[in-house]
DNA sequence: ATCCAGGTTCGGG
DNA sequence: CCCGAACATGGA
């Protein structure tokens, strides 16, 4: 075992079927994204490790992922959670053999999987960030969503000042259930989005929803459990199984996007029938959460 | 102006 | 159980 120090960067081997390329490019597909930015083939964010803020930017080097802390030194606990970390986000220990194998041929994913292959489905590890994030991507334009996000997590969030810029983290369940409906309106987040994010954040913070309690559960059992909530409906719940949860069979049916992409995909004058959205739900068992991922990747401009 | 956005809740048949 | 309406706002 070689002796590294503090600031030497991570070298992580990187699975069959992965594309970093692609990956950063569904991470930059929105110019008001606030949590992370991409820049010059790197992935640059801000997280917490063991209570400090660490900003770390990951990059593609031959093929491993070199991960560097930027402004700090990182101890061993500390680059252990950062491996899971992004792990987790990139989804790095999921064989996609298997998907690829099941969409060769089909008439709606068969391309899709050739154009993005090594792909991964980026996921959202913090549960309290994941609902959040439907909740205010509800029935409004993608953009306008992350603009209304960008100013939540600008008055609310943790930041770092770093070589002057700043960065910025999803703000703390804490902090969001002791807000007022009115705070949130000069943002101009409706009464209704802003009371159900009040209420998801006081479940969170009295430790009445946990990731570790729901993934112990059947998937009946936490789309029951979810959907429980205010303000998470289907959509929603299938959102955070498929963005937060991993679940590989999550798949929201109802999504705009979803039905846009495979509208357009099959040059048909009009949206798929719910029927036929139910057939590709069995059909794309247990996948459907990855052919969700990739027909919304497909709807980047 | 009108319609649609990565929906959900609520009240009525 | 299913259906329409209301919710707020921005962009095409």
């Given at each position: 075992m070689v002796k590294v120090s503090g600031d030497d960067p991570i070298y992580l081997s990187v699975p069959a079927n992965f594309d970093f390329d692609q990956c950063l490019r569904f991470l930059d597909r929105?110019?008001?994204?606030?949590?992370h930015r991409v820049e010059n083939g790197r992935w640059i964010k801000l997280i917490e490790l063991a209570k400090t803020p660490v900003i770390i930017q990951v990059s593609k080097v031959s093929e491993h992922l070199c991960v560097k802390a930027l402004n700090t030194e990182l101890d061993q606990e500390q680059r252990i959670t950062l491996v899971s970390f992004l792990e987790e986000v990139f989804d790095l220990?999921?064989?996609l053999t298997a998907f690829y194998q099941k969409m060769r041929?089909?008439?709606?994913m068969g391309d899709l999987c050739e154009e993005y292959q090594g792909l991964r489905l980026l996921g959202i590890p913090d549960l309290f960030e994941a609902l959040c994030w439907c909740i205010i991507g509800q029935q409004i334009n993608l953009n306008f969503a992350y603009k209304l996000k960008q100013r939540l997590v600008q008055a609310t969030g943790d930041k770092l000042h770093y070589m002057g810029r700043d960065y910025f983290m999803f703000p703390r369940a804490e902090v969001v259930a002791n807000m007022s409906v009115k705070e949130f309106s000069h943002w101009q987040f409706s009464a209704a989005k802003a009371s159900y994010l009040i209420g998801v954040a006081e479940q969170i913070q009295a430790g009445a929803l946990t990731k570790s309690g729901l993934l112990g559960k059947s998937v009946g059992h936490i789309e029951q459990t979810l959907m429980g909530?205010?303000?998470?409906?289907t959509w929603s719940a299938q959102y955070v199984m498929m963005?937060?949860?991993?679940?590989?069979?999550?798949?929201?049916?109802?999504?705009v996007g979803l039905q846009n992409a495979i509208k357009v995909i099959t040059d048909s004058p009009k949206k798929p029938s719910l029927a036929q959205l139910h057939q590709l739900n069995r059909k794309w068992h247990p996948w459907q959460a990855y052919a969700t991922f990739y027909l919304w990747h497909s709807l980047i401009k």
């Open positions: 929105n110019p008001h994204e606030i949590l220990n999921s064989d041929g089909d008439p709606i909530l205010k303000g998470i409906g963005k937060c949860l991993r679940i590989g069979a999550a798949f929201p049916v109802h999504d």
